[in-house]
């Protein structure tokens, strides 16, 4: 079956870096496009991030755009997201996701998801 699985979250001061992975398996996922989501407490789950399956297209979303930076080892069925200049505002839970609408970086009905892991940027 599908398993999406993150690491790589914790607490970091304004200003650093976290470097987030997301081990995939059980399906082809050199094919899939991937992206990384993230919630706020009470707020909507947004895309942030995504990859293409094909051509490891790029998208971002203005709020990330310069500083966060996505890849994937499809050897190692994984895809990373580097952050830098973290902010407090970049406080989340941070979901990985399989199989997403790569144009809009949205899910879709057919989008599998990891567990999350939790970024807190705070002095």
């Known amino acids: 079956q599908v398993q999406l699985v993150e690491s790589g979250g914790g607490l970091v001061q304004p200003g650093g870096s976290l470097r987030l992975s997301c081990a995939a398996s059980?399906?082809?996922?050199?094919?899939?496009?991937m992206g990384w989501f993230r919630q706020a407490p009470g707020k909507e789950r947004e895309g942030i991030s995504c990859?293409?399956?094909?051509?490891?297209?790029?998208y971002y979303a203005d709020s990330v755009k310069d500083r966060f930076t996505i890849s994937r080892d499809n050897a190692k069925k994984t895809v990373y997201l580097q952050m830098n200049s973290l902010k407090p505002e970049d406080t989340a839970v941070y979901y990985c996701?399989?199989?997403?609408?790569?144009?809009?970086?949205?899910?879709?009905?057919?989008?599998?998801w990891g567990q999350g892991t939790q970024v807190t940027v705070s002095s």
């Open positions: 059980g399906f082809a996922f050199d094919y899939y496009p």
């Open positions: 996701a399989a199989d997403v609408n790569f144009y809009y970086c949205s899910n879709a009905s057919h989008t599998r």
């Open positions: 990859i293409s399956g094909n051509d490891a297209s790029t």
